[in-house]
């Protein structure tokens, strides 16, 4: 019933700026925890940054503090992740997240998962 949809993913050089967003349907996304995890090609799933269901709090990935802010619109079922000072150690496969508990967290145990929008920095 919940679906998750990401998109603003795309090739972008280095320096450059991309806003991913994610958008909840079937459920009202107020009640969620949120976060946004990469995956490269080779490696685990990666935390990003997380944001508690009334904003306020926010978590980063050190790899990406003070470059990326992640917010949340609830009125409008909106998560976003804006991303800045691009890198090419940036280019993964982004995905939305979303923890019915409330809790955020930084491992992979989330309940709904977006498709995920490729990111990829590049000269």
């Known amino acids: 019933q919940v679906q998750l949809v990401e998109s603003g993913g795309g090739l972008v050089q280095p320096g450059d700026s991309l806003r991913l967003s994610c958008a909840m349907s079937?459920?009202?996304?107020?009640?969620?925890?949120m976060a946004w995890f990469r995956q490269a090609p080779g490696k685990e799933r990666e935390f990003v940054s997380g944001?508690?269901?009334?904003?306020?709090?926010?978590v980063y990935a050190d790899s990406v503090k003070g470059r990326f802010t992640i917010s949340r619109d609830n009125a409008k079922n909106m998560v976003y992740l804006q991303m800045n000072s691009l890198k090419p150690e940036d280019t993964a496969v982004y995905y939305c997240?979303?923890?019915?508990?409330?809790?955020?967290?930084?491992?992979?145990?989330?309940?709904?998962w977006g498709q995920g929008t490729q990111v990829t920095v590049s000269s």
């Open positions: 997240a979303a923890r019915g508990s409330g809790v955020l967290i930084t491992t992979p145990q989330y309940d709904y």
């Open positions: 079937g459920r009202t996304i107020s009640t969620y925890a």
């Open positions: 944001i508690r269901r009334t904003g306020g709090s926010t």
